[in-house]
Every structure is written in C-alpha cells, then in structure tokens.
C-alpha cells in the first residue's frame, strides 16, 4: 500500500487488524486536521495514543512497534494484494511442499505489485510443528526492506 493509497482511505477511521499487526488511525477527532493513532485497538492496555498535526508527520513518527507507518506500509501490501494462506489453514501439514507452495504464492502475489521493483528472495526461516516463519527481502519505489512473515499456529 502506498502512502497515496492510505491517505485515499483517511476520509473515515482506518483500522487495520491482523495476528500479527494491529493499529488504528482517527482522522480529525481533535480539530478536524489532526490524526490520533493508537496500536492499542482493544483499548487493552494503557499504551498512549499519539497524535499528529500532519499527514506526512503521522507516516514519519507513528511507530507500531519498532517500525513507522511509512515503514510497515509496505507489509500491508502483502496481505492488501490477495496473499493468503488460509487455503493451507487446517487442510495441509506443515511440510516441506506446503511451506514450498505458500512461498510461491507470496512471490505471485508481490510480482504483480506496481510498488515493488525487485523480489530478492522469499525463504522459509523456520518450519517446525505448527509454526512456519517465512522472511522476504525485496527492493520497493521506496527502499530496500526484508520482514518476516509468520504463520505459526496456522498450518
């Protein structure tokens, strides 16, 4: 997803759930320009909102964990394009070949992405039991990024 593309949402609350990122963004709750953000979209914990005056300043300092907005747009791609493993959920053991299939399936899904100019790679970190750790390094219109990709208790 590219800043464009979130700002084209910012007309009403986005709020952006999934196992494994979760934050909300409130556009003009205070004066009607302002952004109010939070990780925190249960409201289970004291985590403090933080609040931004501009667009630009929310991408650059509004940290979800230890990445900013700007920084995990690009994750967001991923699950934004259609990559899913939820055909390999409760259906498929976690092997070699499955591991092996959703990996080809990340691949499909990033290659037909306009915002993505380079796949280094796409590797499986760890497959054991029930976990499946998945690291992709690749190269956007932005800047070069790797994550990690996780399924652990899915598969």
Same mark, same amino acid.
């Not at 800043?3 to 963004?25: C, G, H, N, R």
């Not at 985590?47 to 907005?69: H, R, V």
């Not at 054991?128 to 992709?136: G, M, P, Q, Y």
């Given at each position: 997803?590219?800043?464009?593309?979130?700002?084209? &949402?910012?007309?009403?609350?986005?709020?952006?759930?999934? %196992?494994?990122?979760?934050?909300?963004?409130? !556009?003009?709750?205070?004066?009607?320009?302002?952004?109010?953000?939070?990780?925190?979209? &249960?409201? +289970? $914990?004291?985590? %403090?909102? #933080?609040?931004?005056?501009?667009?630009?300043?929310?991408? *650059?300092?509004?940290? /979800?964990?230890?990445? $900013?907005? +700007?920084?995990?747009?690009?994750?967001?791609?991923? /699950?934004?394009?259609?990559?899913?493993?939820? %055909?390999?959920?409760?259906?498929?053991?976690? *092997? @070699? &070949?499955?591991?092996? #299939?959703?990996? #080809? *399936?990340?691949? @499909?899904?990033?290659?037909?992405? !306009?915002?993505?100019?380079? /796949?280094?790679?796409? $590797?499986? @970190? +760890?497959?054991?039991?029930?976990?499946?750790?998945?690291?992709?390094?690749?190269?956007? /219109?932005?800047? @070069?990024?790797?994550?990690?990709? $996780?399924?652990?208790?899915?598969?």
């Amino acid at each position: 997803m590219t800043a464009d593309e979130l700002k084209s &949402y910012m007309l009403d609350d986005f709020v952006y759930d999934s %196992p494994t990122l979760q934050f909300a963004i409130y !556009p003009g709750i205070k004066d009607g320009f302002s952004y109010l953000c939070t990780t925190d979209i &249960y409201g +289970k $914990t004291d985590e %403090p909102t #933080q609040d931004f005056k501009s667009f630009e300043e929310m991408l *650059n300092y509004f940290m /979800i964990g230890a990445l $900013t907005l +700007k920084e995990v747009l690009l994750s967001l791609d991923i /699950i934004y394009n259609g990559i899913t493993i939820e %055909p390999y959920q409760g259906a498929m053991l976690n *092997n @070699e &070949y499955t591991a092996d #299939q959703i990996c #080809q *399936n990340i691949w @499909e899904g990033l290659m037909i992405n !306009p915002y993505i100019e380079r /796949i280094g790679s796409i $590797t499986v @970190e +760890k497959r054991e039991k029930d976990d499946l750790f998945i690291s992709v390094s690749l190269t956007s /219109i932005y800047d @070069e990024k790797s994550l990690t990709v $996780t399924a652990d208790s899915l598969i």
